[in-house]
């Protein structure tokens, strides 16, 4: 199993422009999570799909931040435009795969080596 | 509120020494509780969990954490530490409770340095 792959792993942008960054979850995994870690605050939680569906976007900080997953095998965070308050280092994490179809509290999460975003 | 408290930003202990990074929780249902580890530019990793059942858990890489209710406590211990244990370490907890939006709810992290 290859794990959760994040791409690309470092981005270096200049403010204003479009940044995306792509997750494959691990096959089988039914819950996809996007999360932001910061020195100052930590790991946030931004978005969760489950099923390809999203459940709960309240932690996405702006319009700015969109996220998609259009199917089971791929998602997408995209900021547009870009700040240098995103700077962050982004993660996705998966979990699941017990066969069930809602969100399985017990399942621990699995993470990608997420992408490190510096923006000027 | 829910809340996760990891007390102490930095623990330092010696090759060999036991080792224990705390942590504390509030949450007004059952809690699950789970234990992660990050080593430099990468993800975190899961230790261990506990859902139910044995307060005492043991997960990967010799780790141990015991549930204390009384305490609201998840403490995560190691017998005998070794360099490699050098990481950041996330203590993380889900509400359980009935109405509860059930989101995991980390700690800020405690950076574990086993010196040699």
């Known amino acids: 199993d290859a794990g959760v792959i994040q791409s690309p792993r470092h981005e270096v942008t200049e403010m204003g422009q479009e940044v995306t960054l792509r997750c494959k979850p691990i096959?089988?995994?039914?819950?996809l999570f996007w999360y932001r870690q910061t020195m100052m605050r930590g790991l946030e939680l931004l978005i969760y799909f489950n099923n390809n569906v999203p459940i709960d976007d309240s932690g996405m900080p702006e319009d700015r931040f969109s996220a998609k997953m259009p199917n089971a095998s791929f998602s997408t965070l995209k900021i547009q435009p870009s700040e240098p308050r995103d700077s962050a280092v982004y993660f996705c994490?998966?979990?699941?795969?017990?066969?069930?179809?809602?969100?399985?509290?017990?399942?621990?999460?699995?993470f990608g080596n997420g992408t490190r975003l510096t923006v000027t | 509120a829910q809340s996760v408290a990891q007390p102490e930003d930095q623990v330092n202990v010696a090759e060999g020494n036991p080792l224990t990074v705390k942590c504390t929780y509030s949450v007004s249902g059952n809690p699950y509780l789970f234990w992660y580890v990050q080593y430099p530019n990468r993800g975190l990793q899961f230790l261990l969990k506990y859902i139910t059942g044995d307060n005492l858990v043991k997960g990967s890489y010799g780790f141990e954490a015991e549930f204390n209710k009384s305490q609201t406590s998840f403490h995560l211990k190691k017998p005998s530490a070794l360099v490699s244990d050098s990481a950041l370490y996330f203590c993380a907890v889900r509400d359980m409770g009935a109405g509860n939006n059930r989101k995991l709810i980390w700690g800020l992290g405690t950076s574990l340095a086993v010196n040699p």
């Open positions: 096959s089988g995994h039914n819950s």
């Open positions: 994490a998966t979990s699941g795969g017990g066969g069930g179809f809602e969100l399985d509290y017990n399942s621990p999460l699995h």
